[in-house]
């Protein structure tokens, strides 16, 4: 076995950390497990959390969404992280927080992003100039000497693709790393998702649904939305996805809620408007994240691309058919037995290639709650 790479007399002595991480909300879903899992090893240390927003913008435009990121409600949520940088969507913000973060003189970061990894090194370095730094590090061609001296400045790396395995889940890779890291053990039952949504939210769902005339029978959610356009499925499949389930005797009186993104609301309000479809409602959590998963757990079915919302139906444990390319099968959702996934045909398809047809076959198999 390796040597833990954080030394244990360190872990004794630190009385905070800091991890560095691009979080998005299927990331947390599961990595939420291991911080808190962290958080009970060694009650001693403070959790804080840098979340890296990868679509740093200049434009002010596109801070009214980015600075209202729906992962930022449910961390400050969690009682077991003390701190969250959640302002790096600018690039002027992304500094503030530097310098805010400069001022705790942290003992301890950890990096734990995969992407450019060699950026986050160095980003870890200049958070904390005297501190122990650890962070994931591919290796380097030979002539990226950039790469090179930014790995320099890691006191110790982890090469996650060294700790990869076939077949492997997100879950036991994030299990490797802090192994590897911490000498920590998490079982496959302690890596399950969960949630606890706020009661509060979970009144507002069930009253949503009974304005909407939705209380007779739970719903069936529809997810077409992810940030990337190869994981987004058309709106023109789920009219025909809504349209063919219409006509299979178990879903005839199926109501449906369609999860939109705040921002293209407006779009697909005009697009369903055109439709003249009954009973389907569009919905956004653009007032709290816990909407999101509260109105999940109200649901009968859930139908989603591969994105937060199939990982978020497993922690709220409601039967989830995910729809997913080829690309990233450690990412399917980890209950096997609440879950179905549709793949595309070829590893360059995009999730649109998924039909319509392909998943009422499935449903065909299955009866509404």
Partial sequence: MSPQLVPSDLLAKSQKILFITHLALGDY???????????????????????????????????????KYALYDWLAACPFVAKTYDKTYSPALYRQSIDE??????????????????????????????GFVAGMKNEPAFFAIQR?????????????????????????????????????????????????????????????????????????????????NKRCWPLSRVVELIQAMRKMPAWAQT???????PWEMDKARQYFASQGLARVQLFSADENFFQ????????????????????????????????????????????????TVITTLNRSDWVKAITAAQVTAVLASVEPT
């Fill in 29 to 67: 879903t599961y990595l939420q497990n291991f911080f808190q899992a962290f958080a009970r090893r060694f009650p001693h240390i403070e959790v804080h959390i840098w979340v890296d927003e990868l679509r740093r913008s200049s434009r002010p435009a596109d801070w009214v969404h980015l600075k």
């Fill in 101 to 130: 973060a400069r001022e705790q003189h942290y003992p301890l970061v950890v990096s734990l992003a995969t992407l450019r990894p060699h950026l986050y090194a160095s980003l870890a370095r200049e958070i904390s100039p005297d």
């Fill in 148 to 228: 090179r001296i930014a790995y320099r400045k890691l006191n110790t790396a982890l090469n996650p693709d060294g700790l990869r395995q076939p077949g492997q889940h997100i879950t036991a890779i994030y299990a490797g790393w802090f192994q590897s890291f911490f000498g920590m053990q998490l079982d496959e039952a302690g890596r399950f998702p969960s949630l606890d949504i706020p009661e509060q939210w979970l009144a507002a769902a069930r009253q949503q649904l009974q304005q909407w005339g939705f209380s007779h029978a739970p719903p069936v959610f529809i997810n077409p939305f992810a940030k990337n």
């Fill in 255 to 261: 109501c449906f809620v369609v999860n939109v993104v």
């Fill in 292 to 339: 999101l998963p509260a109105i999940l757990s109200q649901c009968g079915l859930i139908i989603s691309v591969e994105t937060a919302v199939m990982h978020l139906a497993n922690a709220v444990h409601t039967p989830v058919i995910a729809l997913m390319r080829q690309k990233n099968p450690e990412w399917a959702p980890i209950d096997e037995k609440n879950s």
